[in-house]
């Protein structure tokens, strides 16, 4: 479909936007003395880039600049309500991956690896392109909450359906909602194989997962007998294979009309309606509100103990309180927890997409996110919609920092433009920050991904060694070692 | 020293990393509490989503067995209706395997397999996520150190080995059984741990890197492992290796792991302990009997081991592999042709030191009353017996309680000691 003005003008408004990065031009200049105390050249404070790192997928410059202009406060906010952000970047980066507006049945006549494909780099184009930044970050959550791998059965392209009917419209709204969608979702129900939950001898899989890990968690005090009686509720929960494809459907002829008990509950035969009904008495449960504010709070933050379990009772009781909602539980532990950090923002360790993502925005990337790019994620251990067990990727950043390599490689061959279908233009961003020589190339880089310029002795140090290289490839050697530093690994 | 990078984004990441993060990244928490030659080679593989051990070692002389398992079990050997390719092997007139483990038998009759059946973890929690977290670290509950077991054995145990690639985990990260004081290294392949590029230009970068990865926090500390196993690797790639002849290692992910860590050995670079991992055992749906799913799984399984066996059989005496699981599975099967999660597994022991072509077990059995559970295979033998035996008999760890720390093993004569 072809771009209507309207929508060239708003585009040209946000290049314009965009070019207000050359007004950070002449503080470039001042870099030299600048290592210790406050940068006066950068807009906002050191606080703002790594509350920003928190938030986003890696800040830009001009992100940066936003927030410092109007205030984290008032940046939080406006994140909250991605629908009133316009977003054409994040919308015309996906235009031409016309699989993901597709309904189940026309999928699956699609070719699966090019469905897996727009489905991965979709995901990832929308993270590196977007506008509403917050939401992919909690669309990611839950994608991860829900975790889903297509290399399952149909999941291959009943995933697609998920991403947008459960995890992306839901992603900020009420959590019932949101159990409830992927409970009905036939990506869930093939991948945790209750499409074969049958009377005869149900299949506890799914019915396990969803109270150990979509809601009550491992401690939160269910028992064997109440996986089995879920599972009994949930037989008869499956999907349509022939007309309606990829549709869910409930099968009264599969489904135990016998009463049961769950969480100490009878359960009064309903057929669908009883594990329904388990399902709105799951999102409501204390243990649910706990665990969910739990991994949230540490997917934002890294906090001593105590002071995140004062910032989860808090999130859990906002959770309760408003029925479920997920907004002002995420903006409670934004706004309180983020950016009033008790004892400062402690890091946290990038996952690999977080690497993949934050160097590509930050050096303002041209991509179209797919084939080696995917390779690269899938080399440091998280490529996209495949992890195998339901638990999803973890955040525990201990799983993480072990390999190391990966890392490296994916910023030498992005910094030397080696990977397919992935650009970045190393002179115009040099020349717009008006670097010149080898310390304002290096200082003007690492302000560009750490949010600040190195401090000596290893900015002097790798500045002696990276030099030797000849002039024109000195640039992109700088880069790569920024971008495998230690420093670029954390958020 | 705390921070030789120091720029803003440092500070803040490293005191904190040395101070406040000791939760997952334990600093030494203590030291050695014994030197000595270190002995086998460990190489662990951990079958992840619970490997269904009773139709991996298959009890055909339980005649509950068949019953619990109409669709799914497979044939007894003398069982003339079933074509021979689909029944078990018997082993001893009581236990047979699966026949899609036909290519290691070979291991078995030179009594270098040893099976050990109903072993497992006491966790009733049926949740494969704790059921993996406390077995990789060796624990009865959670409260006990992060560590992992492998880890706390190399750590436990000074054999004055200091080379990078002492601890390889193959995949993208390290398993969770390595992590710990000992740096382990993530290895995928050998042929691929270069930077690519010009040498020079990759020579300028890893001095550069070793200058940003001085610290002293955890991540400085991988970083410089990795570093170094650049170099050892870049040595042995320039060699090549080729496997014996006979040594077929599949073109699986299982297959060319093996194949890495077999290089490793052959290389003597280092190596003590590795660990691998087999995904995709959690068959709660379409798990096949003698054929399907799971008997696909079990031939990467058997024709990777049987490789290593081959590749590897000049060296057999200073090898360990253990195959283990988080636990075994439900003895009844589903209606979805599939088997959920149950209690008692099995284990493999392989390597010149055990007392193979045996299995050793506290049989239960499956009748009603002998079931565990929502009825599932109950747990006789611990399976840090299994593992306290290893290190104690075959890695000359003296002392397993550091190990276990929270557990009193029993040697079940599962290996010799080492000669």
Known sequence: MPLERREFLKLASLVAAGATVSACTPVYRMLGEAFDGPTPWLVGDGLTFRALQRMTYGPTLTERQHAATIGLQSWVEEQLAPASIVDLPGELAVRPLTSLSLEAVDLAAWERDDVVAELQRGALLRRVSSRRQLYEVVVEFWTDHFNISIEKGACWFLKTIDDRQVIRRHALGNFRDLLWASAHSPAMLVYLDNQANDRSAPNENYARELLELHTLGVDGGYTQQDVMEMARCLTGWTVRDRFWKGQFVFRPEMHDDGPKRVLRKVIEPAGQAEAEGVLDGLAAHPATARRLARKLVRRFLQLAPSDEEVLVQRAAATFTSSGGEILPMVRLILLDGVLQAPSGLSPKFKRPVHVVASALRMLGAVTHGGGPLQGHLARMGQPLFEWPTPDGPPDDPAAWQTGLFARWEFAYQLARNRIDGTEIDLPSLLETAGAAGPGETFDALANIVLGAPLGDPARREILRVLSKEAEDEAPALFLAGLLASPAFQWR | ?419
Not at chain 2, 182 to 196: E, K, M, N, T
Not at chain 2, 215 to 222: E, T
Not at chain 2, 293 to 313: E, K
């Open chain 2, 1 to 419: 020293m705390t921070s030789e990078v120091g720029c803003e984004t440092c500070r803040w990441v490293v005191p904190s990393a040395v101070a406040g993060f000791p939760a997952w990244m334990p600093r030494l928490a203590f030291r050695p509490v014994a030197q000595g030659a270190r002995g086998d080679v460990l190489l662990v593989v951990f079958l992840r989503g619970a490997a269904d051990c009773l139709n991996v070692v298959v009890p055909h002389g339980e005649p509950a067995y068949y019953r619990l398992r109409p669709s799914l079990s497979i044939p007894r050997p003398d069982d003339r209706q079933a074509p021979s390719a689909r029944r078990a092997v018997d082993l001893d007139g009581f236990f047979g395997v699966h026949p899609a483990l036909a290519p290691l038998l070979p291991a078995w009759q030179a009594g270098h397999w040893a099976i050990v059946h109903a072993c497992g973890a006491p966790d009733e929690s049926r949740s494969h996520f704790q059921a993996m977290e406390l077995m990789e670290r060796g624990l009865t509950d959670l409260h006990g150190p992060a560590s992992g077991w492998i880890s706390r054995h190399l750590a436990s145990f000074d054999t004055g080995n200091v080379s990078p690639l002492r601890a390889v985990g193959i995949g993208e990260q390290v398993q969770r059984s390595l992590r710990g004081v000992v740096p382990a290294s993530a290895l995928q392949s050998i042929a691929d741990y270069h930077l690519g590029g010009d040498t020079d230009s990759t020579a300028r970068l890893q001095a550069a890197l070793a200058s940003l990865y001085g610290g002293d926090d955890p991540l400085s500390q991988v970083g410089r492992e990795t570093l170094s196993v650049l170099e050892t690797l870049s040595a042995l790639e320039a060699a090549g290796y080729r496997p014996r002849p006979e040594a077929l290692y599949p073109e699986s992910d299982f297959g060319m792991g093996l194949r890495q860590v077999a290089a490793l050995i052959r290389a003597d670079v280092g190596l003590e302990a590795a660990a691998i991992d087999v995904g995709g055992w959690d068959t709660h749906f379409g798990q096949g009997g003698s054929e399907g799913l799971m008997a696909g799984l079990l031939a990467d399984l058997g024709q990777g081991l049987s490789a290593l066996h081959a590749d590897l059989v000049d060296r057999i005496d200073d090898l360990t592999v253990v195959v283990m699981t988080e636990f075994g599975r439900r003895a009844v099967e589903n209606a979805s042709l599939g088997t959920d999660h149950g209690h008692g597994g099995a284990m493999f022991v392989l390597g010149g030191g055990v007392e193979g072509g045996r299995v050793h077990t506290l049989w239960p059995g499956l009748e009603d009353g002998q079931l565990f559970g929502p009825g599932d295979l109950a747990v006789t033998i611990d399976y840090r017996d299994v593992l306290a035996e290893i290190c104690r008999l075959r890695l000359n760890n003296p002392s397993v309680e550091a190990i276990f720390p929270d557990y009193s093993p029993v040697f079940r004569g599962i290996v010799r000691p080492r000669g």
